[in-house]
């Protein structure tokens, strides 16, 4: 058992047994942590079966300490190199003081602990790229070509295909290439923590302290000062950006040769190289996993690519991804968290061939999704093919077929039941859904009536109508 291990390698080190051993908050960490605990001692324990990702956290602590560079003392390693020990930085972190703070902008002590996470950054990319072992980099030694096409294919299939939004394949794997090659041709002789954010950053003695670096890799410069201030959740206002920016650049030309001007021109690029990594992650641990805090962090990811977006001059040379961006912009409002104690409904309509069931961004999960391709298809009729559910004429040719009403009265009965029971526990949202080939004709025509006659039924739920295939959206009056 975990406990036992690190029971064992406590008492190796202390010669005490730990009065308590509790899990921590894994994040979206594979880790296992622990925090152990015996009278004034105080240890993280973490096990990880990745050998490799745990000697390149290992050997880049070691080099990080030699440099003065504030991170965790590793205390304790198991013989299998799976479980260790490392100094407790205790619970507080930037993340907490940027999401607590009550005002837009970054009051004086949260600025000016920015400032001081920056100069570090500054001292850690002060550090000879020599002074490291990069064979032991994990999961590749530097920021090149195949890392940049992990971070590029995990948004294209964790978020733009699950968005919906069409795309050619070809046109945009020749934009992936371009933006690729404009990042590439930066200066990438530095150490690069990967994933350099507020949760990373611990606060101990008024000080910044750096944790979960072992993704670190010789890289660009910008690639860490983007991961921070473009970080979604920390929602930090233009002026305070571009005040940290500054800020940044001027502690870096003061401790490393960098005269060359070259930091401004790709900066950008490789924050909206950042942000769409950030994003694939946001899909797979929020809409693939259902993990609420990575859906949350969506719409305010979308606001910094828009923000990106504006600064980014090479923005003509990637046309097709520059219209898919900005048709995910377009439909940004779908991921807004609806924080709202009353009974919320969503009903859709949907296509199986284009998007399939609509994912759920509020976390929640579960629900319904009927299939409306045994009802008649006015879809094969010359003259419904350019019309919708919504239009009277197909309206009109559905209701002459007694198995359309009966197929929705009879989805109505499992979903009035749910609503009920929902309504009784005090739960606050369902999703149903109408799914037909195209998402046209039947599926919006089912998803209008459904909506309707729920509408009649529980007057006070606030109910949400979204047609997917026809980008359309709107409350049930």
């Known amino acids: 058992m975990e406990s036992e291990t690190f029971i064992r390698l406590f008492r190796d080190l202390t010669g005490e047994t730990p009065e308590k051993l509790y899990p921590l908050n894994r994040g979206g960490s594979d880790r296992n942590y622990y925090r152990l605990h ?29 440099n003065g560079i504030n991170v965790p003392e590793v205390l304790a390693v198991s013989s299998d190199r799976l479980y260790y020990l490392m100094s407790d930085l205790g619970d507080r972190d930037l993340y907490s003081m940027v999401t607590k703070r009550e005002t837009d902008e970054l009051p004086g002590d949260l600025l000016e602990m920015y400032k001081k996470s920056l100069a570090m950054l500054v001292k850690v990319q002060s550090i000879g790229i020599d002074q490291f072992n990069q064979n032991l980099f994990y999961p590749v030694r530097s920021f090149n070509q195949v890392s940049i096409d992990w971070d590029l294919n995990y948004f294209k299939y964790y978020f733009l295909k699950p968005s919906g939004i069409s795309f050619n394949e070809r046109k ?14 930066d200066r990438r002789s530095f150490f690069m923590y990967r994933d350099f954010q507020s949760r990373n950053i ?34 930090l206002t233009k002026e305070d950006r571009q005040l940290l920016l500054d800020f940044y650049k001027d502690e870096l030309v003061s401790h490393i040769d960098y005269t060359d001007n070259n930091f401004d021109h ?16 946001y899909g797979f641990r929020g809409v693939y996993q259902r993990k609420a805090h990575f859906l949350s962090s969506i719409l305010p990811a979308l606001n910094n690519l828009s923000e990106i977006l504006d600064h980014l001059k090479a ?16 439909d940004a409002d779908k991921y807004k968290v609806n924080k709202s104690t009353k009974f919320r409904l969503v009903v859709s309509s949907f296509s199986y061939i284009n998007g399939g069931v609509p994912s759920d961004y509020t976390g929640h999960g579960g629900g319904y ?20 559910g919504m239009d009277t004429t197909v309206q009109e040719y559905l209701q002459k077929h007694d198995e359309v009403a009966d197929y929705i009265d009879d989805t109505l009965v499992l979903v009035k039941k749910h609503i009920d029971r929902y309504l009784e526990r005090g739960f606050s949202y369902l999703s149903v859904s ?43 009056p």
């Open 315 to 330: 923005l003509h040379r990637v046309l097709e991804l520059g219209r898919c961006l900005r048709a995910l912009l377009a």
């Open 38 to 66: 015996y009278r004034d001692i105080s240890v993280i324990g973490c096990v990880n079966d990745d050998l490799s990702e745990n000697e390149a956290f290992f050997h880049i602590s070691e080099v990080f300490k030699q």
């Open 369 to 388: 999704a009927f299939d409306c391709r045994l009802l008649p298809n006015p879809g094969r009729e010359e003259q419904y093919k350019q019309l919708t």
């Open 266 to 281: 790709y900066f950008y690029p490789i924050a909206l190289l950042r942000t769409l990594q950030v994003l694939g992650a």
């Open 172 to 185: 945009l794997h020749a934009d992936f290439e371009t933006l690729t090659n404009l990042v590439l041709n």
């Open 434 to 476: 109408y799914g037909c080939t195209g998402g046209q004709h039947r599926s919006v025509y089912c998803a209008e009536q459904a909506a309707a006659k729920l509408k009649r039924l529980y007057p006070d739920l606030e109910i949400q109508v979204n047609h997917v295939a026809q980008h359309k959206t709107y409350l049930c």
């Open 202 to 235: 611990m606060i101990k003695d008024g000080q910044p302290w750096f944790i979960d670096y072992q993704g670190g890799r010789k890289g660009s410069l910008g690639y860490d000062v983007a991961s921070l201030l473009f970080q979604a959740k920390a929602k």
